[in-house]
């Protein structure tokens, strides 16, 4: 065969795969016969249809108006995926404007129903944008509330980067799967009037991943209200098992049907072997036979001749050639002849250089990835670290430094069923030592780079702290990209699952909450109060306190913790925490001291008296904080109406009052009138010692209570600052999507 021969045959091919992939890509999209299938600029595939008998149902149909828009419901459509199964959505921007003397022009906080379709967690995120702005998030998931937010505040354009959204100016935030029904909501801590300048608004939205890039213009206008969400969708509510017995399956010939995980209903998707759209039938467009043959990357035959048959294909060998014809057999052989020794020094030849050159590739592989490792271990302060662990030995337990094949087989390549616990910061993961111990291995999603001293020296200073409340520190991985932090296994999980959740709340009663309580402040009393370098948490909330077998309590994720230089009582920094949980003297001016994690410990002392939420829309608008809902029911005469009814009828009346007294002294909006740390802690473990009476009877308890009552507290009153909350109501079935603008 000619040179311009062979040159034809590989241009036939390339023409013949073109065609083929077209043809696939057109089968993709194509609507019902006899259907438009297109709106404006947007291809409508069949289950979705714009006329009668042109969709499976209500549910996939899209409206074309004059303008040529499509939209689903009242919400427009830019993109419908039969592959993917997303469809991809503009959502109104929920927003909250001033102007300079801090009176309120606009406020909008869009509610977006997503009927049957579910926003995807992995394709979006949750945006805050403003220097005085604090967003909430708010959504249904598996028929529970659930709810999110960041907040963001800055005096000056000054540290704003644009294309980052760090916190400064923009903050971030994910959100679990299987989320619906969204409600957004913009508040502001004082009115814009510091920052009306050049921030009067403050916005916030769910977005698209790589749709929206922040600029520090957006701070003065954001120019779209409308932005690209990308939603899953299945058909109908019933699983593939089901659904098959159902007239009105939905999945055609040469389909098959697929269990969405954390999804009702189900998807349908060709077979291996076979392209198209598998919701429509194999004569209009259903999924078709793929011929195998036309492309050698989709075929094994290699020196054998391509066969194409229904779904797959087969090979067998050239007139003159003998072997096995099946695509995982031998490859074909010369029949005996006197020139049989030269193909076969050629196939031999082949084999080998095959061989050879997969090897080198393998080995190239390899030290890539070894040098991508030690790059990330140089980075992240490998050698440092090592440096300080070295010098440390012989003087007390230091760190391990773990390699990633290590920490990979502990967690079973970090396999989905391993995972324990997942936050804003991170995710956390059950692993297995070869030691046999258990560990719990933390994930974080991003580290700062210019804080790689800090972070060695946390790492150094918390591998050397030995206390029974707090968890232990055992090592990390700086082989990868962002570092992995060991930790010992604390096997009961969170203070905040047992408080929130009915039936393990029961298994705490009030003796074991006040030892709980008290082993907390022993624990911050100790970092606070360290030999070395102080620590403050930054972050004290019920779910960084876990519990072990005899509900021992530890205090845990120091990922944002700040170490404070012996003569420095108070840092600068950008506010960072939980929200509830935030003190608001932090808030206002961006100091950091050891009294706000007192104000946090406050909270969680307030969630062991009441089993309340620290956050709840349940409440009214001015106790929406569980901090001011306990403030306003001391000063309001309400105590004994939030205190939780099992601490009522089991506690211990004059213990319980001591603790509220301390809860109140530790709200206090001046950090100065709180007490610390190590008075918490002494002052619990004596409120353990006193003597028990029970509860008398209700008279007594508001007699008890008076006391209490009398003083007046001025705890920051997060309602004043924020707008109000529209009520949340649950979509009808017949409307697929909608949303309303909160006013």
Sequence with gaps: MGFCEKLLHIIVAGVLIMLAMVAAAT????????????????????????????????????????????????????????????????????????NSLGQLLRNKGPLFWAGRFTISNSKNKFIALGCDTIAYLRGSQNNDTYWTGCASLCTSLRNVVNGSCSGVGCCEVGFPDGLKDIKLEVNSFYQHVNVSDFNPCGYAFVVADGKFNFSADYLLDLPNDKLPVVLDWTVGNLTCEVARKEPEFACKKNSECLNPQNRQGYRCQCKQGYQGNPYLDDAHGGCKDIDECIDPTLNNCKTKSCFNIEGNYTCSCPKGYHGDGRKDGQDCAADPAPVAKIPIVIGVSFVAVLVGSSWLYIVYKKRKLMKLRESFFRKNGGLILKQKLIKQQGSKETAKIFTVEELKKATNNYAESRIIGEGGFGTVYKGFLPDKRIVAIKKSKTVNQNQIDQFVNEVVLLSQIDHRNIVKLLGCCLETQVPLLVYEFVPKGTLFNYINHESSASTIQWETRLRIAAETANALS????????????????????????????????????????????????????????????????????????????????VELLTGEDVLSFNRSEKDRSLAMYFLSSLKDDRLFEILENRIVEGGNKEQINEVVKLAKRCLSVKGDERPTMKELATELEGIRKTETHSWVNAQSNLEEAEHLLGETSHAYDYSERSSSIVGYDSINDQVTLAWGDGR
């Design 27 to 98: 089968a993709a999209t194509m609507a019902k016969p006899g259907c438009p299938n297109r709106c404006g600029d947007v291809e409508i595939p069949y289950p979705y249809g714009l006329t009668k008998g042109c969709y499976l149902n209500k549910t996939f149909k899209i409206t074309c108006n004059d303008s040529e828009i499509p939209k689903i419901g009242r919400v427009v459509v830019t993109e419908i995926s039969i592959k993917t199964h997303e469809l991809h959505v503009l959502n109104n921007v929920a927003q909250e404007c001033y």
């Design 526 to 605: 100790y970092l606070h109060f360290a030999d070395s370098t102080p620590i403050i948490h930054r972050d004290v909330k019920s779910s960084n306190i876990l519990l072990d077998d005899d509900f021992t309590a530890k205090v845990s994720d120091f990922g944002i913790s700040r170490l404070v230089p012996r003569d420095q009582k108070e840092l600068a920094t950008a506010v960072q925490g939980t929200l509830g949980y935030l003190d608001p003297e932090y808030l206002q001016t961006n100091q950091l001291t050891e009294k706000s994690d007192v104000y946090s410990f406050g909270v969680v002392l």
